[in-house]
């Protein structure tokens, strides 16, 4: 493993202490919106400016309304730039380049990413780019769909009769495919977690291919996949454009698990600590708004814009609010699985969760399985700085996880990941490619 430089552990905790004492007085979050804290710092700006990169998915929201909400000029960062990305592999590409060669400094990303890009496993000749994940931006809110041709299965988390029909089909001579938005990352692994607990190796039985988000509708249509998982609005286009449905949302996989995060080159971090924790402070606001239920329809219409997603409104709204209609007769009001922004410390990026994708990319063979998780996670796992800009935001003490561990996950189909031992969980699971 490449060797990259790093804040150590007491200048850290020095860091820590330091914001912390800066912070007295702090205010419950939930009073934040209407107090309007002003920002405080352990010092100067670096920086006003930093480009941040975008999917238009209803779960890049933070950065939109941190944009349209005037909260990153309120921390200072006067100079942002949010950018659209076309896919996750153009993402990737601009965090290589950086700002100062025409790419981007951070970006709304699929959580697993930073870690693909610092290790090298998804960079062009596997040169690595460290990048440090500083806040998780939400939990859960993804989809899995199918296409019209399954109606009558009504396919959900019981896949017997949907592994029938796609054998069906490839007897019959058709091919069988299966759509993700970039290898390695949370759609991928949420598709071949629930293929591979219903019997379906998604190896052998099904060809996986990557298409980006804003394209999934239109490749459905055509005919290019049976199913695919994707954030919203796109499975809930799907079903207003009459093409397919909703088998499932992601959280009845793994309820409340983690999805996207704001991640950043580690050299901008490394040389703007205080811009950083600006950047921070202004999502972690952006995040409280996104969760309030009074907002959620205000949020929805910004998330409509061009500028970010460019869908209709009607794309968006309902599964923002928590209302999920599968497209088969399912109706879920007040969905417990909807997406979180700020809720169930949804913005706190947890080491055990950075562990559980880590362990995933080895089941699929992307990451070497003798790989140093814990100092890989060491490096590239920035809660100290996420702590750091809570406590100067004034975040109650009593909102801030007191563990960088949520424990032991369970899964829907009853197995269980304990971060104390993941290799006991890899060695549980029956279909899995080991690299």
């Given at each position: 493993?490449?060797k990259h430089?790093?804040?150590?552990?007491?200048?850290?905790?020095?860091?820590?202490?330091?914001?912390?004492?800066?912070?007295?007085?702090?205010a419950?979050?939930?009073?934040?919106?209407?107090?309007?804290?002003?920002?405080?710092?352990?010092?100067p700006?670096?920086?006003?400016?930093?480009?941040?990169?975008?999917?238009?998915?209803?779960?890049?929201?933070?950065?939109?309304?941190?944009?349209?909400?005037?909260?990153?000029?309120?921390?200072?960062?006067?100079?942002?730039?949010v950018?659209k990305?076309?896919?996750?592999?153009?993402t990737?590409?601009n965090?290589?380049?950086?700002?100062a060669?025409?790419?981007?400094?951070?970006?709304?990303?699929l959580?697993?990413?930073?870690?693909?890009?610092?290790?090298?496993?998804?960079t062009a000749?596997?040169?690595p780019?460290?990048?440090?994940?500083?806040?998780?931006?939400?939990?859960?809110?993804q989809?899995?769909s199918?296409?019209?041709?399954?109606?009558?299965?009504?396919?959900?988390l019981?896949?017997?009769?949907f592994?029938q029909a796609?054998a069906?089909?490839?007897?019959?001579?058709?091919?069988?495919?299966?759509?993700m938005?970039?290898?390695g990352?949370?759609?991928?692994?949420?598709?071949?977690?629930?293929?591979?607990a219903?019997?379906?190796?998604?190896?052998?039985?099904?060809?996986?291919?990557?298409?980006?988000?804003?394209?999934?509708?239109?490749?459905?249509?055509?005919?290019?996949?049976?199913?695919?998982?994707v954030?919203?609005?796109w499975?809930?286009?799907?079903?207003?454009?009459?093409?397919?449905?909703?088998?499932?949302?992601?959280g009845?996989?793994?309820?409340?698990?983690?999805?996207?995060?704001?991640?950043m080159?580690?050299?901008?971090v490394?040389q703007?600590p205080?811009?950083?924790?600006?950047?921070?402070?202004?999502?972690?606001?952006?995040?409280?708004?996104?969760?309030q239920?009074?907002?959620?329809?205000?949020?929805?219409?910004?998330c409509?814009?061009r500028?970010?997603?460019n869908?209709?409104?009607k794309?968006?709204?309902?599964?923002?609010?928590?209302?999920?209609?599968y497209?088969?007769?399912?109706?879920?009001?007040?969905s417990?699985?909807?997406m979180?922004?700020?809720?169930?410390n949804a913005?706190?990026?947890?080491?055990?969760?950075?562990l559980?994708?880590?362990t995933?990319?080895?089941r699929?063979?992307?990451?070497?399985?003798?790989?140093?998780?814990?100092?890989?996670?060491?490096r590239?796992?920035?809660?100290?700085?996420?702590?750091?800009?809570?406590?100067?935001?004034?975040?109650?003490?009593?909102?801030?996880?007191?563990?960088?561990?949520?424990?032991?996950?369970?899964?829907?189909?009853?197995?269980?990941?304990d971060p104390?031992?993941?290799?006991a969980?890899?060695?549980?699971?029956?279909?899995?490619?080991?690299?």
């Amino acid at each position: 493993m490449t060797k990259h430089n790093t804040v150590d552990p007491a200048s850290r905790r020095r860091f820590l202490k330091a914001s912390l004492a800066a912070a007295g007085g702090a205010a419950l979050w939930s009073s934040l919106p209407s107090l309007g804290l002003a920002a405080q710092s352990a010092g100067p700006l670096e920086t006003r400016s930093a480009k941040l990169g975008f999917i238009a998915l209803s779960d890049a929201a933070p950065l939109f309304v941190a944009d349209e909400k005037g909260f990153f000029a309120k921390h200072g960062m006067t100079e942002v730039e949010v950018l659209k990305q076309s896919s996750w592999g153009t993402t990737r590409d601009n965090l290589v380049l950086g700002s100062a060669s025409n790419g981007i400094d951070g970006a709304h990303i699929l959580t697993p990413m930073p870690y693909l890009l610092t290790t090298g496993a998804m960079t062009a000749n596997n040169v690595p780019t460290p990048m440090y994940i500083l806040a998780r931006l939400n939990l859960a809110g993804q989809g899995i769909s199918v296409g019209k041709e399954y109606q009558d299965l009504k396919v959900g988390l019981d896949l017997a009769e949907f592994k029938q029909a796609l054998a069906a089909k490839q007897n019959g001579g058709s091919p069988v495919r299966a759509a993700m938005t970039f290898p390695g990352g949370t759609h991928d692994l949420w598709l071949r977690y629930w293929m591979a607990a219903g019997g379906i190796d998604p190896n052998q039985d099904i060809a996986t291919i990557v298409v980006p988000p804003p394209q999934m509708v239109a490749n459905m249509k055509v005919g290019s996949m049976d199913t695919f998982c994707v954030g919203e609005p796109w499975n809930e286009q799907l079903i207003n454009q009459g093409i397919g449905y909703s088998a499932l949302t992601t959280g009845e996989i793994w309820a409340g698990h983690p999805e996207k995060a704001f991640a950043m080159r580690a050299d901008y971090v490394d040389q703007n600590p205080n811009a950083t924790k600006a950047l921070l402070k202004a999502i972690m606001e952006a995040q409280i708004f996104c969760e309030q239920p009074e907002n959620r329809a205000e949020v929805a219409a910004i998330c409509a814009k061009r500028r970010w997603i460019n869908a209709p409104v009607k794309d968006i709204i309902n599964r923002m609010q928590g209302h999920f209609d599968y497209g088969t007769g399912r109706v879920v009001e007040n969905s417990p699985h909807q997406m979180r922004f700020w809720k169930d410390n949804a913005s706190y990026p947890f080491q055990s969760h950075d562990l559980w994708f880590l362990t995933e990319n080895m089941r699929w063979g992307y990451l070497p399985t003798d790989l140093d998780t814990q100092s890989l996670i060491a490096r590239v796992n920035r809660e100290d700085l996420w702590r750091a800009a809570a406590a100067e935001l004034g975040v109650d003490k009593a909102d801030i996880p007191a563990s960088t561990s949520r424990g032991v996950e369970t899964f829907f189909d009853g197995k269980q990941f304990d971060p104390e031992n993941p290799m006991a969980y890899l060695d549980s699971l029956a279909i899995k490619k080991l690299a």
